[in-house]
């Protein structure tokens, strides 16, 4: 066996703008979160983010491939706060909500030798001419084992949907070499 | 939890770095495989964040072809090869410090007799604006079930500390029902019992579920052994079964254990008429973990010793004792003695009051200590004298006490001294 479910937060209500998994268990060697997830947007702002162990300083890096359906778009920013996992231009004043599904792994999350580093795909499709094919990538300038994530929604005022859901993985490797 | 992906090979590169990192002898039973991978390069490419070149050969062989999408930070591209398949930069050694690449390669019906693909999706990160990431997808223009994995570091070696892990996927189709785990042996842990047992070798289990016979609680275990609460002084068999999302296999049925209770009589002597001179407990079991005798003495004798031996044996034997008779206290010592002593009847003779005493031995069947056995022990006369005392016996023996023997007094109707047993 070598994935295992370690928790779950599912969105309950419309007042959710961030949430932690804490006391992440160390014996695995990565981490992944699956997660299928509204946004209902009432202002514009940011995309959404994570942080690792409630660090919040300038010690993040993120960069981005994005693909809309009409062009391709590249971006990213070193010393930066958060690590975003979704970058879509939410719309001020919208009431409607977007489905986005992402995948953001994090490989030797526990390892005290290396920078945290997250590669994350995400997509959405709206329907209405609005949609996006991301490719994230993000580090954290700290060896410190990730013992917490946290996600937040993007942007002041905005809010993950009810029954958005995030679930949480453990991922175990081999004591076999194959070598 | 399912079996679906499940982890084969583990490399991470230690201490000099290696150029290439390779896993040989892939099992075919899976239906696709994943590698993730976490590197860096020991070398920079004309001291830039990331060395290119990096490729990936299967089977020992340099052909394929690929195309790939990339992200730079701050624009895009796209690109093609028609020479090798092509793992994408990574980060060389004067990026940031201990900034691995991360990436994942996913390689589908890789033992088919076709063409295979393998797609790659790798980030290699810096703290600046640009940054690479790339999806790859890379061709072997080969129809050969895949055998070999090599991973070739474009420039420089693989830096200490870049790993590897191959995982193989089953489809649903793929997935049977569990092999059955070998029974082990159970033991009676006082109202508890121990299941011990041997999964078989990748036996597609997600847990093992243990049953008992008679029925007791039903106990779900992820490894050996499984601790299933029971009822004391019954005579237990026990199963284990693997299970998994398609059902159950079971092993074969234990041997049967007896279990007992925490805190057990184990025999009872009674005086009830004319006298004893002697009170012998033999054959103690030898499943508790330590004993305990609990006297009432009724006895005429004074001056004397109640004494105490071990498996009929008299020598070996240290005692000591702390008294008080209510004006004064005192102790005693003696070794290389005959026996040890449950305690001592004072020169006031009594019909009516009895002597109690509770003799403590821990640890009686462990044949790697020495036994040593604490009392409590005393007689009040209500003013007629009295005797209380603490006392310690060490038998210095490394055999399981199998007989206790109480002697040196006349013991009158009314005695009764008990053992019991404690697990």
């Not at chain 1, 779950?8 to 932690?20: E, I």
């Not at chain 2, 570091?153 to 193989?168: E, I, L, M």
């Amino acid at each position: 066996m070598s994935m295992y479910p370690i928790a779950s937060y599912v969105v309950s209500g419309s007042s959710t703008t961030t949430f932690s998994f804490t006391n992440i268990p160390q014996n695995f060697t990565h981490l992944q979160i699956r997660a299928s997830w509204n946004a209902q947007v009432n202002t514009s702002g940011n995309s959404a983010h994570m942080q690792f162990n409630s660090d919040s300083a300038a010690n993040y890096s993120y960069h981005y491939l994005l693909g809309t359906g009409s062009g391709v778009v590249g971006g990213g920013t070193g010393g930066s706060n958060v690590i975003l996992f979704s970058n879509y231009p939410w719309v001020s004043g919208s009431s409607s909500a977007y489905t986005a599904s992402s995948i953001m792994e994090i490989l030797d999350y526990s390892n005290t030798s290396k920078t945290k580093v997250a590669k994350i795909s995400n997509g959405y499709d709206t329907g209405t001419g609005i949609q996006g094919s991301w490719m994230f990538s993000g580090a954290w300038y700290n060896t410190a084992a990730i013992t917490s994530i946290t996600l937040t929604s993007p942007g002041s005022g905005n809010y993950f949907t009810n029954s958005s859901r995030f679930d949480l993985y453990g991922i175990s490797t081999s004591s076999a070499t194959g070598a | 939890m399912s079996v679906f992906i499940q982890p084969i090979y583990t490399q991470v590169v230690g201490a000099g770095g290696a150029a290439t990192v390779t896993f040989n002898n892939i099992p075919q039973g899976f239906m696709d495989l994943i590698i993730k991978f976490s590197v860096r390069s020991t070398s920079s490419d004309s001291g830039t964040n990331w060395v290119d070149g990096s490729g990936i050969q299967f089977n020992n062989t340099t052909i394929g072809s690929m195309t790939q999408l990339y992200g730079t930070g701050v624009g895009a591209g796209t690109g093609r090869g028609l020479s090798a398949m092509y793992m994408g930069v990574v980060n060389s050694n004067v990026s940031n410090s201990n900034t691995f690449t991360t990436g994942e390669l996913y390689i589908p019906n890789y033992t088919s007799g076709i063409f295979k693909q393998a797609i790659l999706d790798t980030v290699a990160e810096v703290n600046t604006a640009n940054a690479l990431m790339h999806s790859i997808a890379n061709h072997w223009i080969n129809s050969s079930p895949l055998t070999s994995i090599k991973f070739l570091c474009g420039n420089g070696s693989w830096a200490q500390g870049s790993s590897f892990t191959v995982y193989g996927v089953l489809n649903r189709a793929d997935v049977l029902s569990p092999t059955a785990p070998t029974i082990g042996t159970i033991t009676d842990q006082a109202g508890l019992l121990s299941v011990a047992f041997t999964p078989a070798s990748n036996d597609g289990a997600d847990s093992y579920k243990v049953t008992t016979n008679p029925a007791s609680n039903t106990v779900y275990g992820a490894e050996s052994p499984v601790v299933v609460p029971v009822t004391v002084g019954t005579s237990y068999t026990a199963q284990v079964e693997a299970v998994n999302s398609l059902g159950s296999t079971a092993s074969n049925t234990s041997s049967a254990v007896t279990t007992y209770n925490n805190y057990s009589s184990i025999a009872t002597m009674r005086v009830t008429s004319g006298t004893a001179n002697s009170i012998t407990f033999t054959n103690i079991p030898q499943h508790y973990q330590h004993l305990q005798v609990r006297a009432y003495s009724m006895t005429t004798n004074t001056n004397a010793n109640i004494c105490v031996n071990f498996n009929g044996i008299s020598t070996g034997y240290a005692r000591h004792e702390l008294t008080g008779d209510g004006a004064s206290a005192s102790s005693y010592g003696n070794f290389n003695d005959s026996v040890f002593t449950m305690g001592w009847l004072s020169s006031t003779s009594s019909s009516t009051s009895p002597h109690v005493g509770i003799i403590d031995v821990l640890d009686y069947r462990n044949t790697d200590k020495y036994k040593t056995a604490r009392v409590i022990s005393g007689r009040d006369l209500n003013g007629s004298g009295g005797w209380v005392q603490t006392l310690g016996g060490h038998w210095r023996d490394y055999s399981p006490v199998s007989t206790i023997t109480l002697s040196q007094i006349t013991w009158s109707p009314g005695t009764i001294i008990a053992l019991y047993g404690i697990g």
